[in-house]
């Protein structure tokens, strides 16, 4: 099983994998990690995957095989190639957690996390993935721990294909915690990111990770999105004892400049798109990019991140 990692400062290897994918329930994105980002998207045909950490994602196993042979280059060698998986919203779930102290030993520290989370999981702790990753937070008496769980299955029906076709899947993540590397370092930032029937809310303070929640969306609709932002809002101004500097939108299609306008009006406070400055982003690539953006990172922003 290859190693789930739950943030995208863990990711970083030397070298990167050759390629990188990011899975969503609409499409997938591809791009070569070294050189120039050369993006490559391919459309999936509604009904091939349905992201969700309590079933089986892929729903027609065959039609994403097909897929995703049409997407992957034909290797030139009979050699295992390596990637990077960035796995759709709801795939996992993820969660912030604090603690007062926190173990040194790296066993220690899992048993800690494993028994904090078994019981806000609907499935069996002992047969999933589990993941954590312990944050820098400049001032803060407490630990907080980003954890991501899933059950070991759901990841390797994701890996099936890739593997099939020579491709050895080194590392995995999660399309929220990839785009993180997106988001402005300064105050404290709130995005909304859309992909397929999910909405995925995030909250940071000064590059700290503070709140993560994934809901299914029954209607792509503003009002819905709005009534899952409001308490968001609530919580940063009760726990974090400041306003949110921006919030930051992310998937929004069609719907992209009346939630902006209407947020704006609402919320009174600015509005913007994520944005990466490796290419167009939508709600299919902005963990990829982010990924990518990150191989490219300075050490001091990577170091403010870790």
Known sequence: ????????????????????FEISERAIAMSRTR?????TLRELPP?????????????QPEAFASEVARLVP?????KRRSAALILPDYSARLSVLDFDSFPEKA???????????????????????ISYWRQNSPGGKSHEVIVAVTPLEIIARYEAPFRALGLQPGLLTISPLAALELVPLD????????????????????GVLKLVRSLELTEFS??????????????VEDNLNAPAARLLLCGFGELESAAIREFQAEMQLPVELLRSRLGALNGQNAGLLGYLQSLATPPARQGAAA
């Open 74 to 78: 034909a290797a030139s060698a009979r």
């Open 107 to 129: 066993e220690d520290q899992e048993a800690l996390v494993r028994f904090r989370i078994r019981k806000s999981v609907p499935f069996d702790i002992d047969s999933a993935a």
């Open 35 to 39: 050189g120039a980002p050369n993006l």
């Open 47 to 59: 009904g091939i995957i349905s992201a969700s950490p309590l079933r089986d994602n892929i729903l």
């Open 1 to 20: 099983m290859s190693s789930f990692l739950p943030t995208l400062t863990a990711l970083l290897q030397d070298p990167p994998p050759e390629f990188c």
């Open 222 to 235: 503003l009002a819905e999105i709005a009534a899952d932002l409001y308490p968001t809002f609530v919580y």
């Open 187 to 206: 105050g404290i930032s709130v995005v909304a990111k859309v992909n397929g029937s999910i909405l995925t809310i995030l909250v940071t303070h000064l």
